[in-house]
């Protein structure tokens, strides 16, 4: 059986001698590798009207952690800690999510990645939580800490995939995030909170697998219910070939 190709969205950054730069935690890919699948870069200049066609060539997609989303794109309050707007990326990876809901490609989102999903399916975030989120914990756990820094807890949701897949009802979970989800979209179901009532798992319920994590499971190698989310996405993807 060949592996699933897992296209994997990616942030070009500019340097300081002012050339754009794909960058991309390596983890997502060796996470991806471990689970079975095949990662691929997924070629972020894609015109919106090329996106079946490209899509076509995936079993399914990796939407990635990286900088803010265009508050202007969901009505956000405007405030001085956004950072890293990359308007290409926002319209790409809001057409893939969209695109990944109506045609039940399987779609897994990480950090940013939800907020994507939340986002392109009509919700709403906090464009900065502790000064948004009355009696926020601390999210934003970088660059003090560790990227596999157990920052909090989350609570999973009974009768979500995602309580089927990690087999927990809560777990500890890392946090380098200074943003969140403020009003859930309207499809989306919740699958996990943080004691603050922080929303920080998401799923579309009437779909094989399109799921969306705030922490990031690509840095917690050694943590069997994090992996199985990797494994539960590429089984998914494999199942769609
Ligand atoms: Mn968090």
New binding site residues.
């Given amino acids: 059986m060949t592996k699933p190709r897992i296209g994997v969205t990616i942030s070009a950054d500019e340097t300081r001698d002012r050339t754009k730069e794909l960058r991309l935690k390596e983890a997502y890919f060796s996470s991806i590798e471990k689970a079975g699948g095949e990662p691929v870069v997924f070629p972020m200049d894609t015109p919106v009207e090329k996106l079946a066609e490209v899509v076509s060539g995936f079993r399914g997609i990796l939407l990635t952690g990286g900088a803010d989303i265009n508050p202007e794109l969901f009505h956000g309050e405007p405030h001085p800690k956004v950072y890293g707007v990359d308007p290409t990326r926002d319209s790409i990876e809001i057409a893939l999510a969209n695109y990944c809901a109506d045609n039940k490609i399987p779609l897994l989102g990480i950090c940013r990645g939800l907020q994507v999903i939340n986002v392109a399916l009509g919700g709403t975030l906090y464009t900065d939580i502790s000064d948004q989120l009355p009696g926020a914990?601390k999210?934003p756990c970088y660059p003090d800490y560790a990227r596999d820094y157990l920052?909090?807890n989350v609570m999973i949701k009974v009768n979500t995939h995602l309580t089927a897949i990690t087999g927990q009802n809560q777990m500890k979970?890392n946090?380098l995030?200074h943003q969140?989800i403020k009003d859930l979209a309207p499809d989306l179901t919740m699958s996990a909170m943080?004691p603050d009532g922080?929303i920080?798992g998401v799923e579309f319920m009437f779909h094989p697998f399109f799921l969306g994590v705030?922490?990031h499971p690509e840095c917690l190698p050694d943590s069997a219910p994090n992996q199985a989310i990797f494994s539960a996405f590429i089984r998914a993807a494999t199942l769609e070939e």
Avoid: K, N, R
């Fill in positions: 914990l999210h920052a909090h979970v946090s995030h969140g943080s922080l920080e705030q922490w």
